[in-house]
């Protein structure tokens, strides 16, 4: 009898399931859905990004609704990975039937692209014993910030973890949170070395304790589902949460001499490192190349971009208001704007105008904003505008990791995904020029598929 892996992937904007046979290891269905889940638009002084977890898990119920019943029963082990860096706080598990589970008792999702920890916010709190910095958007940064802004509202719960944990704990029914080190680290306070919190930094600094998480290995089980859920029997082993990167990576990283760019909503680069790597005893905050826990005590070398395809949104977003502005009784959807943008940039090979694409800002640089320079009257057209955008992306990109660097690591291959780089000819055309390196497409790096490969090999 056939037996199946799920695998669960909870992004920024969207929701994928997979269904993984388990002896060929074949995709068997997949369902994803957008979760429209935006419910601040970073408008004001603290540039907040915050999600609505009733609309997320909303969109993964209709997700699993939309898989095989018969295969789901047959599914013997549960992956989740998810958007990392970011906190949802709770007070229990909550289902409210046999086969769903609702958010109700949790706070809204503070996501990674959250602002509000200004620099002068970050630089009062105390320095992390771990080789990663801490930034706005960080689990425990934000919990600081809410320590010191608004200390009432964590009075309120009593765990607190990723969004992608609270899906785990709530499937196991725990009554507090799992989590990897691939997670933990994307919080901040976390010494990937030993495995452990800050805990003597964190409680000098009046951390409520009692919020972190509870560590354990990356591939390693969270526990049993406690209820059937969409068909899937009681009793089936639901590993720990992971993050999406190291599962994106894990889906379609075949030799260790390549290379994985993945530009979605943001844009990464990343490469294995050496398997007797190991990271700075102490963070590096100007430092555009950061190392993620991956498995078996292994590490990621990252460039992670928090400019990707949020620039082409807010571009595309700022054309549309402009002709909503001059009423000029022109209706283009996103899909056809996009469409019509990359015909003119690919007729434009080239573009002297020069995008810095930071309107998001990064985080080893979170004064430095975008520019426009070079303007003349030659390079004012759509296609000339678009072409340098798309430029800027991959140029920012690799003055975070040089195709120097790419080398020195071994690199002899780039494998392209992503939504916004497979679905844009211009950027694949830029990536080829920036790097100059063979670039592979076609091998896309999915989380949810990933997150399955990874327990089918621990199953």
Excluded at 73 to 85: E, L, R, T
Excluded at 420 to 436: D, H, I, P, T
Aim: glycine share 8%.
């Amino acid at each position: 009898m056939r037996s199946f892996i799920l695998g669960v992937d909870i992004g920024t904007t969207s929701v994928k399931v997979v269904l993984l046979e388990k002896s060929s290891k074949a995709i068997v269905e997949s369902q994803v859905l957008p979760t429209k889940s935006d419910i601040t638009d970073g408008a004001g002084e603290t540039y907040m990004r915050e999600q609505d977890p009733i609309r997320i898990i909303g969109a993964l119920n209709r997700c699993m609704s939309q898989l095989s019943f018969d295969k789901l029963q047959h599914v013997c082990g549960i992956g989740v990975s998810g958007q990392m860096h970011g906190v949802l706080f709770w007070k229990g598990c909550n289902r409210s039937s046999e086969d769903y589970f609702n958010s109700e008792g949790c706070s809204q999702l503070i996501t990674w692209q959250d602002g509000r920890c200004s620099s002068s916010f970050l630089s009062s709190l105390p320095n992390p014993q771990s080789h990663l910095s801490v930034a706005t958007g960080f689990g425990c940064a934000t919990i600081f910030w809410y320590m010191e802004h608004r200390p009432e509202f964590v009075k309120d719960f009593e765990v607190a973890g990723t969004i992608q944990d609270y899906v785990v704990s709530v499937l196991c029914g725990l009554k507090d949170c799992v989590m990897t080190p691939q997670n933990a680290a994307s919080w901040g306070f976390f010494n990937c070395s030993s495995h452990q919190w800050n805990t003597d930094i964190l409680k000098a600094a009046g951390f409520p304790l009692h919020l972190l998480p509870r560590c354990v290995p990356s591939g390693g089980l969270a526990g049993h589902t406690c209820f059937n859920w969409h068909g899937i029997p009681v009793g089936t082993p639901v590993a720990a949460a992971l993050g999406d990167l190291q599962c994106a990576v894990y889906s379609c990283l075949s030799v260790q001499t390549d290379a994985v760019i993945n530009i979605s909503t943001s844009a990464q680069l990343t490469f294995t490192m050496p398997g007797d790597f190991k990271p700075a005893d102490s963070p590096e905050p100007a430092s555009t190349i950061s190392y993620f826990p991956f498995f078996n005590s292994s590490y990621l070398a990252v460039a992670a971009s928090m400019n990707g395809g949020n620039v082409l949104a807010a571009f595309v977003s700022m054309l549309s208001s402009w002709i909503l502005e001059l009423d000029a009784g022109v209706e283009l959807d996103d899909c056809s704007m996009y469409e019509k943008l990359n015909c003119l940039a690919e007729s434009q090979n080239n573009s002297d105008l020069r995008v810095t694409p930071t309107i998001l800002a990064e985080r080893h640089a979170p004064l430095s904003l975008g520019q426009v320079t070079n303007i003349s009257t030659s390079n004012l057209s759509l296609g000339h505008v678009f072409r340098a955008i798309c430029h800027g992306i991959l140029g920012n990109l690799s003055s975070m990791m040089p195709a120097t660097r790419l080398r020195q690591g071994g690199v002899s291959r780039i494998v392209g995904s992503g939504s916004a780089l497979m679905r844009n000819a211009v950027l694949r055309q830029e990536l080829e020029k920036v790097y100059a390196l063979p670039v592979v497409y076609g091998q896309d790096a999915d989380a949810a598929v990933g997150v399955a490969m990874v327990l089918c090999d621990r199953l």
